[in-house]
């Protein structure tokens, strides 16, 4: 997803994110996010991870989740995005590469997409190997 970060007077690049809504579990909310902001159901939706972004700030946590087997929506569901946001389709290894490059630069994002890179890279070694893209 390419979207405007206000506090950074800059576009952001980042999975597709979201906030915890009463009565669902973060799974679910995964879920939703993933159709809301890429318009694609998940055949899988499996956590991979899970960040405390300013453990000494703020009892906060990000929970990571891998979606695989990804298909467009006839009719997705609509977003509470104030802008409509851009969604970015890249194989893992690019978007790997644009984190060492600063391309990617919101440490969420980026600490999502090296959790999925050692998803991918365990496994391949076990032989589960499946391409794995973010964004559509």
């Given at each position: 997803?390419?979207?405007?970060?206000?506090?950074?007077?800059?576009?952001?690049?980042?999975?597709?994110?979201?906030?915890?809504?009463?009565?669902?579990?973060?799974?679910?909310?995964?879920?939703?996010?993933?159709?809301?902001?890429?318009?694609?159901?998940?055949?899988?939706?499996?956590?991979?991870?899970?960040?405390?972004?300013?453990?000494?700030?703020?009892?906060?946590?990000?929970?990571?989740?891998?979606?695989?087997?990804?298909?467009?929506?006839?009719?997705?569901?609509?977003?509470?995005?104030?802008?409509?946001?851009?969604?970015?389709?890249?194989?893992?290894?690019?978007?790997?590469?644009?984190?060492?490059?600063?391309?990617?630069?919101?440490?969420?994002?980026?600490?999502?997409?090296?959790?999925?890179?050692?998803?991918?890279?365990?496994?391949?070694?076990?032989?589960?190997?499946?391409?794995?893209?973010c964004g559509r």
């Amino acid at each position: 997803m390419k979207e405007f970060a206000l506090a950074q007077n800059a576009y952001d690049i980042h999975p597709p994110k979201g906030g915890m809504k009463k009565g669902k579990t973060p799974r679910q909310v995964a879920i939703e996010e993933v159709a809301e902001e890429t318009g694609l159901a998940a055949e899988s939706m499996e956590p991979i991870g899970t960040l405390v972004p300013i453990s000494g700030y703020f009892n906060f946590r990000t929970r990571v989740f891998l979606a695989t087997g990804a298909r467009r929506m006839e009719d997705p569901p609509e977003g509470d995005e104030i802008e409509k946001q851009k969604v970015l389709r890249r194989p893992l290894a690019t978007a790997i590469e644009m984190c060492k490059d600063g391309r990617i630069r919101e440490a969420r994002a980026v600490s999502a997409l090296f959790l999925a890179e050692a998803r991918a890279f365990s496994d391949a070694r076990d032989g589960k190997s499946e391409a794995v893209t973010c964004g559509r």
